[in-house]
């Protein structure tokens, strides 16, 4: 009884033991008694705002002048001065080098004196003949004619002359020598003359032939000398009567043309005359800075070229740099060339003034990419907004460059993640009714950055659209 009484307590222990454990158990452990639920899912959402949406394109550039000229001499000579030194700034029609004058001073003068002999002579023949030129031409037809009449005399006197007697004389002896010739040369064929004495008798014969054709010679010098003379005084008399009809007639066209065209001449040697004088003096042709003075040497100097060396026309004496309203010439790379248009405005900070921005507007893209750091790049100059701006820029001058490729101010704004593609270029967005449901509806879509995009339709400020579940 003892035992089995035992028995029964312990038993009655156990099961306080358990009961005391399960209610431990269900206070501090609930859930393990419980099969886990999934939480509810949260919806993220977004508000329509208003505010900005700015595309831009990053690069980097430097500062060129508008314009910059290397300027040389119109003309060549001796450089005299250079009045400039690199920095100086000039304005436009300032002298800032001369040549040596004293040749092209020369010229100007012989061409003063040219202009004036034309003018003279224009004058002469538009006045006609003075009296005294009359009485002069009138009195060299006289004479000429007189001559005329001599000359003629004397050729008519040639064929009277006593030379036609001495070439008869000439022309018996020479007969006789021939005769006498073959009388002796019929002897000697015979062998009752001499070798000698038919030599004689032949040199004897040639002699005589000689002295009858100097005769004939003679005469006919003589006549043809008279006759020279003749047809030289025929001319002069017509050329004397041509001066005196001349001067009695009114000035000939072509006569008046020409000493016109001699005063045109004469006029355009004196211009460019002048202008070569002109040409002596190196003048600025616009407002701008000194930028280089080289010799003819080729070496850019801080002051003025050397004096007394020969230049010429290809020779640059000053380049000259108009920096009133520079250009920036810029590059982008290549993947950011539809943001380079033409028009586009740009944001500018300068290396040296990083605390001074400049806007400014694209007004160039070249057409070929170019090669910047071993990177492609599209290359494009801005003109800069300098109206606000009281700081000395310099050509060379490095900056970063923020392109401005499209922006829309006080749009109304929703985030990307909103957004769902319905089709190429349509988007539809969920808004979340007031009652708590979401709402499809399609939106037209303007601007868009990786955060936000611009509504144009479809969408009011204030409106709540769903971004997603929250993750």
Not at 178 to 185: E, R
Not at 383 to 405: K, Y
């Amino acid at each position: 009884m003892r035992k089995r009484k035992t028995w029964l307590i312990s038993l009655v222990v156990l099961v306080l033991i358990a009961g005391v454990g399960y209610v431990a158990y269900a206070r501090f452990f609930p859930s393990a008694s419980v099969a886990e639920e999934p939480p509810e899912p949260t919806l993220e959402t977004a508000t329509v705002t208003r505010g900005d949406i700015v595309i831009t394109a990053d690069g980097s550039g430097e500062l060129v002048p508008a314009t910059e000229l290397e300027l040389t001499f119109r003309t060549s000579g001796v450089l005299a001065d250079v009045l400039v030194a690199v920095g100086d700034q000039v304005q436009e029609g300032d002298v800032l080098a001369r040549l040596e004058t004293d040749k092209l001073e020369r010229a100007v003068a012989e061409a003063d004196v040219e202009l004036e002999l034309a003018r003279l002579e224009l004058a002469d023949v538009q006045e006609g003949p003075s009296d005294a030129e009359l009485a002069d031409a009138q009195a060299t037809l006289r004479d000429a004619q007189v001559e005329l009449a001599l000359a003629q005399a004397a050729y008519q006197s040639t064929f009277d002359s006593n030379l036609d007697a001495i070439v008869d004389s000439r022309k018996a002896d020479y007969d006789w020598a021939v005769s006498y010739y073959q009388k002796q040369k019929s002897k000697y064929e015979d062998g009752h003359l001499s070798q000698a004495d038919h030599d004689w008798a032949m040199a004897a014969m040639i002699e005589a032939e000689g002295r009858w054709q100097a005769a004939i010679n003679q005469t006919l010098a003589e006549e043809v000398q008279a006759a020279n003379r003749v047809a030289q005084a025929r001319n002069t008399v017509y050329q004397a009567q041509e001066a005196l009809e001349l001067l009695e007639s009114e000035p000939l066209t072509d006569t008046l043309t020409q000493a016109m065209l001699a005063v045109d001449e004469a006029l355009l040697a004196r211009e460019e005359a002048l202008a070569d004088l002109e040409a002596a003096q190196l003048t600025a042709p616009f407002d701008g800075v000194v930028m280089d003075v080289v010799s003819t040497a080729g070496v850019v100097m801080g002051v003025a070229a050397t004096s007394g060396e020969q230049v010429g026309t290809s020779t640059p004496i000053v380049t000259l740099a108009d920096l009133q309203e520079p250009l920036l010439q810029f590059w982008v790379e290549e993947t950011d060339m539809g943001s380079v248009v033409v028009g586009n405005l740009v944001n500018v900070v300068f290396e040296a003034l990083p605390d001074e921005p400049f806007t400014g507007e694209i007004i160039r893209v070249d057409p070929v990419l170019v090669t910047v750091d071993g990177t492609s790049a599209v290359q494009a100059w801005a003109s800069l907004d300098l109206s606000a701006q009281e700081v000395n820029l310099f050509s060379g001058m490095t900056a970063e460059v923020e392109v401005i490729a499209a922006e829309a101010r006080g749009a109304l704004l929703v985030p990307v993640e909103a957004l769902r593609g319905a089709s190429p270029g349509q988007y539809t967005v969920f808004v979340v009714t007031p009652e708590g449901e979401l709402e499809m509806r399609a939106v037209v879509v303007g601007l868009m950055d990786p955060v936000n995009a611009e509504v144009l339709d479809g969408l009011e400020l204030g409106d709540v659209v769903s971004i997603g579940e929250a993750q």
